[in-house]
């Protein structure tokens, strides 16, 4: 079985790539865990490039094992779980509301 | 605790016992087991007791309390309870009460089950061993320096040491069959959509399944007859009738063809698993059934599609944990950026991290087209191979596991070793189907063995009426670990 070319690929997880995608995962790693994730992501990245000897043009990808889609409920209002038990885990609140670091003045990331 | 779930019941029934008898007997159970195999996070002594009370007190006026009126039951901790602590076994949990209950708790206290508390597993169901839990490792009853498998470990431990006659776990890539087979009991991951997630804390969205542990076929089917059903807060749930599945099971085993595909007995299998499932596929044979050869040829496909497509699932799923609404935070966050990153790093454990960093790389630009894509069209390709050898035959068998339950420490070191003690359950998992660990022998060092039966979309019934005529006429799921 032959790969369909241009996701033939050979991808290599370095330190860089991991402490990027860290960054979309809203991660903070210590440089040893970037060290090691980068080493097993690396092994397990080569695991699944074994998906490549498949030839899967023409195949449609399968998000859901069954065909149900767009299922609606009807838009009947129901009781809500109500501010005081969504709140209850909260780390901080205050006020009926969730207390948070000021966000403002600082370059979104 | 000695008696099945079926028969807990059915004492209460003629009030042979009470409720109040069946929840002192799980308690004291529990009391005595559980400090060396450490199965239970969270013991809810007096809520059990308490209910067990309610349930002697309607069961006196003549109610009807429900198919499971009386019994003690367990469920794995990443099911939301309004009762006590959910954890999923991480950190970034641990003081979690959830405001709500999840539909399978409804479901159970509607039938009267006592819940008695609350199980151990892998970190947000992540591992195959109950060894990446932020609480403990938990043991295998049948030897403490196993483990019981995972990542339903704890629910496996509980049922299989007899502290409840069943209990519920999770299943996203075998997380309840493959538990089951280390500990040797019963364990049925369901098709997708029969059982509602509202409540279970999700991992792999598009994978999830709940579903029962017990020690007889009969037991499972008595406990997927109360969870499964449609629930409109889970828009996966599938809008079906239930069938009687304790009634499929008197119905005569013949005709059944079992599929067997070589693929499920190839290399990394433990020889003595594979002589116990040929055995067992033998004994079929001989009740009636026939055996049909098939080609599974995507099987060794199985474990890179599912590790691309759980983790980008998880991913996304864990996207929710960031020290703003729940769950720990940060004490001194620099900046927002930093209340999620800080939040996060604190409270995930190491497996829970690589697998949402596994997950984030699949889907982020530049690697989505060649890992996640690719991945959801090599998971048509396993879907309609097994689709299309579950035509050839009603069912198919395989080992559940390719090795006996390894000991601590033994794989956690190597995430990939790790992620192949899962092969034969994933198939199952990525195209939706219903599959059933049963007990069906044990290796010359006394480990259990378990085999797994695998049939087309709804066939539970099937599945439970195969396993329940086997158990006829097999002793292996009588057999419990020594205290």
Known sequence: ?109 | MSRGLAESVAAVRRKAASARDLTDAALQGIRSADPRLKAFVDVWEEPARRRAAEIDERLARGDDCGPLAGAPIALKDNLCTRTGRTTCASKILANYRSPYDAHVVERLEAAGAVIVGKTNLDEFAMGSSTENSGHFPTRNPWDLSRVPGGTSGGSAAAVAARMVPAALGSDTGGSVRQPAAFCGICGLKPTYGRVSRYGLVAHGSSLDQIGPLATTAADAALLLGVIAGHDSRDSTSVDRPVPDYAGELARPLAPLRIGVAAEFFGEGLDPEIGAAVEAAIGRLVRLGATRVDVQLKYTRYCLPTYYLISSAEASSNLARFDGVHYGHRTAHPADYIDLYASSRAEGFGDEVKRRIMLGTFALSSGYYDAYYLRALKVRTLIRDELLAALRQCDLLISPTSPVPPFTLGERTEDPLAMYLADIYTLGASLAGLPAFSIPCGFTAAGLPIGMQLMAAHFEEGLLLRTAHHYQQASDWHARVPAP
């Open chain 1, 1 to 109: 079985m032959t790969g369909d070319g241009a996701s033939r690929m050979s991808t290599s997880i370095d330190e860089t790539t991991v402490r990027h995608v860290a960054h979309l995962a809203r991660l903070r790693l210590t440089d040893e865990q970037v060290k090691r994730f980068s080493g097993q992501l690396a092994a397990i990245i080569q695991y699944a490039d074994q998906l490549n000897e498949l030839d899967t043009s023409g195949v449609e990808p399968t998000a859901h094992p069954l065909p149900v889609h767009n299922v609606l409920r009807d838009d009947a209002p129901r009781p809500p779980l109500g501010a005081e038990r969504v709140l209850a885990n909260a780390p901080q609140q205050e006020g009926g509301c969730f207390v948070l670091p000021k966000v403002l003045d600082q370059e979104s990331a």
